[in-house]
Every structure is written in structure tokens, then in C-alpha cells.
């Protein structure tokens, strides 16, 4: 089975990134524009690796050094939910892809698995991103310990597992509710965003609440950001604290919660995969008949 989950992500990431039609189109006009979506993102992430430079410099120079690992895993963590919620239903849950697959000499268990393998690795590519230029600033400014780049690679690979199955349970629930509105892809794309504006809202709400306690006296900055963090994500807070103060407990248990997580939630999409298909997508349909002469 790991060779067929292997053939079908590498297939999902060529019909994802669309290679083959970049690579065999005869249309120069599509081929121009797959050049220039590909330009337009390489300009997005270059932004926020300045970013992330720009600000982990300015907080290595007031001394909050230390923080900066917990604040970058919680940005990733946050930027790989939202835009999960995205790809969800043509990704994860789409029934038509699913049929197609179905026909090819492979078992429905590969199938599901390589669609999670899918996500999981472009939403690496977001953690990658974020997490790099940030952490290597505080790696070559900080001079901290070995455990420091063992422990940061390590929270790495698991870091997209958790925000992804948020993603999948939140972005299944706006599809079925979506699916049986009638204009579904506006209903879909006007839920996922309200849901999109609920998470930025709630993070801001504990920042606030948090500054409004806390900012007294600047001597406690530090505390008070790792205080907010802790409340609004706690694994971040566990992976800060693992990879600054070395606590190998602490990472490991990360990675075993991570790793539980994922294993229960691939077990039900297994064993109920169809049914979920079936129920996200049901179509509504409402008309009003009338009996008229025969």
C-alpha cells in the first residue's frame, strides 16, 4: 500500500501545481499564466520571509528572543488552518475524484491516506516559510544549544497535523452546510470566510484582554506574550519551551500527541470516508411543481 500512497500524492501534487499541463500545453497564453501565478506566489512568500526576518530581529533587539519560536509555530499553525479550510472539499472530500480513483488497481485505504499525505505537505511548505528564516536569525544571533535545531526540525514535521484536522472537521461541517444551500459555492466560500474572520477575531480578543492585564510595566513584555500564546495555542507554547530550554518531554509528548491524533483521525476517515463524501455532498434541490391539465 505505500507504494500506491506514493503514486497517488505524486499525482495529486502534478494535478495540484498543474506540471503536466505546464509541461506538455501547446497554449502559450496558459503557460504564461501558470508562469505568472507561480511568479505572484514566489513574490507572497518572499514577503513573509522579510517579514518574519524583519520581526525576529526587532524582537531578539528588546529581548524577547525567546519567544519567537512559539510565536512563529502558532503564525504557521494559524496561516496552514485557514487555508486548509480552502482546499478541504476539492481535496480531501471531493466524490468525483474519488470515484475516478476508485477504478485504478488501488485500495481505498491509499486513496484517503494519499490525500491527507497531499495536504499535509503543502501545508509543510507553509510551515517551512514561516518557521525557517525566523528560527535561523534566532539560531545564529542566540548561539543556543545542539537540542535547539534537533528539537526545532523535529516540531516542524509534525507542526501541520493538528491545524490540519481542525481544518478538516471545521471545513466538513461548512461543507455539508454549504452543500445544501442553493447557491452552494457562494454558501461554502461565504461560511469558510466568516469562519476566516471568527479566528482572526478570537485571536485578537486574547491579545487584547491579555494587554489590557498585563501591560503595565514593560519589564513583564515577555511573560505577557507567552501568557497570550499559551492561551490561545498551547502546543506552540510546548514547543517554544522545548526547543529554547531543551525539555525532551515536552517535544516528545508533542510529537506523540501529533501523532495520535493523526492516526485516530485517519482510522475514522477510513472506516467512514463514503458516508462523509455522501453527506458533504448532497445537493438541495427545491422546486415548486404544479399539477396542470394532462
Known sequence: MFKQICQLTRLGLYSLFHINELRYTKDKKKKQRFILMGIVWMILALILIFYMAVLSFSYIRIGLGDVLPMYFYTAASMIILFFS????????????????????????????????????????????????????????????????????VL????????????????????????????????????????????????????????????????????????????KMYPPAWIYGRAVVKGEFSGMIGLCAVSAAILAGFVFILKKYFIDICGLLNTASAKNNYKLESQ
Request: contains cysteine.
Open 155 to 230: 516540531g516542524l514535521l509534525f507542526l501541520p497535523i493538528l491545524p490540519l484536522c481542525i481544518a478538516l472537521i471545521f471545513g466538513a461541517v461548512i461543507q455539508a452546510i454549504g452543500a445544501r444551500m442553493k447557491h452552494k459555492g457562494v454558501g461554502i466560500a461565504l461560511l469558510t470566510l466568516i469562519f476566516g474572520i471568527a479566528l482572526i477575531g478570537v485571536s485578537m480578543f486574547f491579545s487584547w484582554n491579555a494587554e489590557s492585564m498585563d501591560m503595565r510595566q514593560l519589564e513583564n513584555m515577555a511573560l505577557l506574550v507567552t501568557d497570550t500564546l499559551k
Open 85 to 152: 479550510l480552502f482546499k478541504v472539499g476539492d481535496t480531501m472530500f471531493s466524490i468525483k475524484s474519488y470515484e475516478i480513483q476508485a477504478s485504478w488497481p488501488v485500495s481505498a485505504a491509499a486513496i484517503i491516506v494519499s490525500r491527507f499525505v497531499l495536504m499535509y505537505m503543502t501545508n509543510l511548505l507553509f510551515s517551512f516559510v514561516v518557521m525557517l528564516p525566523g528560527m535561523g536569525i534566532y539560531g545564529w544571533v542566540m548561539r543556543p544549544a545542539i537540542s535547539f535545531y534537533i528539537y526545532g
